[in-house]
């Protein structure tokens, strides 16, 4: 199946709403459990807090559709804490869909999309091997780790990942 990355609308959002839970579910359940990562779910990716990533100024919500499904995202956005810095806070693609080069186009539109920028960051958890992994053969490393990621208190660790963009 061919997939075209483009930019997300507000059509979009009960689709990702319904990416999101199925990946979440798929990969955070074996380390944090059903119940918590239901939680994750409804805080992170409710409607209202989707469409807002998708109007963001100076953030990108990239989608992959085959024209009938959503199977994968990508939001990234100017990081305000660190000068000529995006942040790539989600890149998820349906259990289904993985393997297929989806997360790695939608990447490489990405990293586009953010002329001043030198460098991408991205926080994955700790337990998320296969995640670390891609992001390494994307061109990341390790600058740094943290004791909560996604949100305050959440007790889920994390590592910090930066790639050089091409300037």
Known sequence: ?????????????EKIRTLLAETFH???????GA?????MVSGWHSPGAIRARILKKEGEFLVADNGREIGGIGY???????AKTAMLHQLY???????EGIGRDIFAEIETCFPDAEIMRVEVAL??????????RLGFSE?????EWGAPNSGLPAVIMEKRLAV
Do not use: H, L
Request: negative net charge.
């Open 1 to 13: 199946m061919v997939y075209f990355v483009r930019t997300a609308g507000e059509e979009d959002v």
């Open 26 to 32: 798929a990969t955070y359940d074996p380390f944090y």
């Open 35 to 39: 119940d918590k990562v239901a939680r």
């Open 76 to 82: 990234a956005a100017m990081y305000p804490k660190m």
């Open 93 to 99: 693609i349906k259990p289904s869909c993985q393997n």
């Open 127 to 136: 337990q998320n091997i296969r995640a670390i992994s891609f992001y390494e």
């Open 143 to 147: 600058v740094d780790r943290m004791e």
